[in-house]
């Protein structure tokens, strides 16, 4: 019983706090310090009793410079952090770094391949290979006989004699086919002709054999080489194009040819399982469905400026020219 009573006080007991026993023993204790290092020989007086009452009262100091000091080895691991990862660089911007950039004190529209000057009707870039508009170039004129007027771009006999034959380089797999060229010479004389034929090695690059007629008009064919320069031109006066599909053409394979279009192809697609396929151009300047895509059905042909013409009824039938009622315009 008297340990029971002894746990349970009566309320006018009042204990003096243990906490409060706790410091004045401290403060005891303190003071006794205070005094032996006062009056010991060199022990510092008034300053080492500062020193050991700021050492009680400092408790939570002692934590604030813990945390300051690792609030500052964080910031120094946040700074070594950008380092490292700059000597690891991703593979995004190792690929990216691999490219050509442009200098710093060049502008990037500066350091971008020029575009071409004349611009496509519908806005997009020109789409020309080698042959540029709007670009002259320099080269020499040699003379050919023409006899029938057929020549590397298939497009058969013709009356027409202001035609020429372009360079292997030039002639780019066909693509100078059909392009209306103006040349120059070196007197000021000048003559406009069509490409219809390929001048293979030793015609050189920029070079142009040209029709004896056409040649005759810029020197006398006694000169036999001649310096030029030459650029596309767009005529103002042309009739619609024509289709013809290649001998041997079935809806299971086919080959298609544009002829008479102002302004060089750059493209020539069919519409196949609902969307556009573009056919591969050969040397001899027809596009080839191998499988037969296509065949029949809708044209699609784009020239070096971007103009696309959508052609439709023109039936698979060989070597039988076609003719449409679009042309390209004029540039």
């Not at 004190?105 to 350091?111: G, L, V």
């Not at 071409?116 to 540029?132: E, N, Y």
């Amino acid at each position: 019983m008297a340990s029971s009573s002894h746990r349970r006080s009566r309320p006018d007991r009042r204990p003096i706090p243990a906490p409060a026993v706790v410091v004045a023993a401290v403060a005891a204790v303190v003071l006794v310090v205070s005094l032996v290092v006062a009056f010991r020989p060199g022990g510092g007086g008034e300053d080492a009793v500062a020193s050991v009452a700021g050492g009680q009262a400092s408790g939570s100091p002692t934590a604030s410079t813990t945390a300051s000091a690792s609030a500052s080895a964080s910031r120094t691991a946040a700074s070594a952090s950008p380092t490292s990862s700059t000597a690891s660089p991703t593979p995004t911007a190792a690929a990216a770094s691999a490219r050509p950039s442009p200098s710093p004190s060049t502008p990037a529209a500066a350091a971008a391949p020029a575009e071409p000057v004349a611009r496509a009707a519908s806005g997009s870039a020109s789409q020309a290979g080698r042959i540029r508009p709007g670009t002259s170039y320099d080269g020499v004129a040699t003379a050919y006989d023409v006899g029938n007027g057929d020549g590397a771009c298939s497009y058969g006999p013709t009356s027409d004699v202001m035609t020429a034959a372009m360079n292997t380089a030039d002639y780019e797999t066909s693509k100078a086919c059909g392009a209306y060229v103006s040349v120059r010479a070196a007197g000021g004389a000048s003559v406009t002709v069509r490409i219809t034929n390929e001048c293979p090695v030793p015609c050189e690059v920029g070079q142009i054999d040209l029709s004896r007629q056409a040649f005759a008009k810029l020197a006398p064919l006694s000169a036999g080489r001649i310096p030029i320069t030459w650029s596309l031109l767009s005529p103002a006066a042309s009739d619609p194009i024509s289709i013809r599909y290649k001998t041997g053409s079935t809806q299971y394979w086919c080959g298609i040819q544009a002829i008479g279009h102002r302004n060089p192809l750059a493209s020539l697609e069919v519409r196949s399982g609902g969307a556009w396929v573009r056919l591969a151009r050969t040397e001899y300047n027809y596009f080839l469905s191998e499988q037969g895509s296509g065949c029949g059905g809708p044209i699609r042909i784009t020239d070096i400026y971007g103009e696309r013409l959508t052609i439709e009824g023109i039936a698979v039938r060989p070597e039988t020219v076609q003719a449409t009622k679009v042309q390209f315009a004029r540039h």
